[in-house]
């Protein structure tokens, strides 16, 4: 992936490629930020599709499948090419690993309570809400990612 990404920089004029290089992380945290979205909708889509007779957990169960193999390719891209993050051992996969979930269940409360306060309890429209609900999310995944799942080890500089 890391080869064909690479590729696909090389073939823009250089002024681009600069702006690329420059800001990298983030075109990187959009780009996979956008699979995860269709991985997402795809997922949820088949989940509709293979529950015949749309009972009422279908949407239940839709939201909960997706979310979870959403939030794990995510969780998989990010760290190895938006972050570049490396484990050494099993403890410190599984640490990172329920660092971007936590931050994931917080932003998808976060999410939550969006909805409820604005599309509730205020009227607002369901459908703007939905998008300014998503920047913001996005927005908030990436700084939690950033500062608090992703984060730069400090080196050690006992001596």
Do not use: H
């Not at 990612?145 to 001596?159: A, P, R």
Request: aromatic share 18%.
């Amino acid at each position: 992936m890391e080869k064909f990404i690479k590729a696909c920089v090389s073939i823009l004029p250089k002024p681009l490629q600069d702006i690329y290089y420059k800001y990298e992380e983030k075109w990187l945290y959009v780009l996979f930020g956008g699979l995860t979205t269709v991985v997402s909708i795809v997922s949820k889509l088949l989940v509709f599709w293979a529950i015949p007779g749309e009972p009422k957990w279908e949407s239940t169960a839709g939201v909960v499948i997706s979310w979870i193999l959403a939030v794990t390719f995510a969780f998989f891209t990010n760290k190895k090419y938006v972050f570049k993050n490396e484990t050494k051992t099993s403890q410190e996969f599984w640490k990172v690993f329920a660092s971007f979930y936590g931050a994931r269940l917080a932003t998808f409360f976060m999410e939550e309570v969006i909805f409820v306060v604005c599309c509730d309890i205020m009227n607002m429209n369901k459908t703007v809400i939905t998008f300014v609900s998503q920047v913001l999310i996005f927005i908030a995944n990436y700084i939690l990612s950033k500062l608090f799942v992703f984060k730069e080890k400090k080196e050690n500089t006992n001596g």
